[in-house]
């Protein structure tokens, strides 16, 4: 579970990036993301994941705190960013070795694991290659497989599907929903409407650093006596000030 309680970010003392904002992102649940570019979404993931501070409010993950206990916070989830353009000189496996080393994942564990991962993700053919040498989707897949190497209760994904061909992002969904199902937890950050509409449990909308809007597709339906689809609701809501 992750919360967000009263959380407040500025830049140059003058732009409020977030401002006042309160989530629960609970077990057992696909929660979406979503809001326009600029609208606050990836400093709110910065501040979730450590890279950022706050400075207001906290933030907690399965009851810790990620400035009180960074350390214990951090083990508690797997972050995708939006850009897989990270450690290019390694080769995939190194990249793996080296992701399950620093998570203390024993050898027998995470050769299951490197297996099985690079079978759902069809990329055990390039295991020895550097990454450099992949395509954005591989890189974006062995930056997926990375992160899911210690099995963390919680995983803070901001655009994971982009670059990822049909049958990887079939499968990258799957997983979600099969996380989700085990009663453990998915943070989803996209800018594809449809995709949040047919798979996130409850979605939250920013704009401007301030929530919109948090519940269930169907809940924002009734709430706004709309039968639109998610894309005509979100497009909506964003253009107002």
């Known amino acids: 579970m992750i919360a967000i309680e009263q959380v407040s970010k500025s830049y140059n003392?003058?732009?409020?990036?977030?401002?006042?904002l309160s989530l629960t992102i609970p077990n057992g649940e696909i929660f979406g993301f979503l809001g326009p570019n600029g609208a606050g979404k990836t400093t709110t993931i910065k501040m979730i994941t450590g890279i950022t501070r706050p400075d207001e409010g906290s933030i907690t993950i399965n009851g810790l705190n990620i400035e009180e206990d960074?350390?214990?916070a951090k083990k508690q989830f797997g972050y995708v960013?939006?850009?897989?353009?990270?450690?290019?000189?390694l080769k995939g496996l190194e990249y793996l070795n080296f992701m399950a080393d620093l998570y203390e994942?024993?050898?027998?564990?995470?050769?299951?694991r490197i297996r099985t991962l690079a079978e759902r993700f069809d990329l055990g053919q390039a295991l020895a290659d550097p990454i450099q040498s992949y395509s954005h989707g591989m890189?974006?897949?062995?930056?997926?497989?990375?992160?899911?190497?210690?099995?963390?209760?919680?995983?803070?994904?901001?655009?994971?599907?982009?670059?990822l061909d049909p049958k990887s992002s079939y499968t990258l969904k799957e997983m979600m929903r099969e996380h989700a199902d085990s009663g453990k937890t998915v943070f989803f950050s996209t800018h594809v409407l449809e995709v949040a509409e047919?798979?996130?449990d409850r979605v939250a909308i920013i704009n401007k650093g301030a929530l919109l809007f948090s519940g269930s597709f169907k809940e924002m339906q009734e709430h706004f006596r709309s039968s639109d689809s998610l894309e005509r609701l979100f497009l909506e809501l964003t253009n107002h000030d």
Do not use: N, Y
Request: aromatic fraction near 4%; charged fraction near 25%.
């Open 70 to 72: 960074p350390l214990g």
């Open 198 to 200: 047919k798979l996130c």
């Open 81 to 89: 960013p939006d850009s897989p353009d990270l450690f290019l000189r």
């Open 105 to 112: 994942v024993p050898k027998a564990l995470r050769q299951e």
């Open 13 to 20: 003392g003058k732009t409020k990036a977030v401002d006042g």
């Open 139 to 163: 890189r974006q897949k062995i930056m997926i497989m990375g992160v899911l190497i210690h099995d963390p209760a919680v995983w803070i994904l901001d655009e994971p599907l982009t670059g």
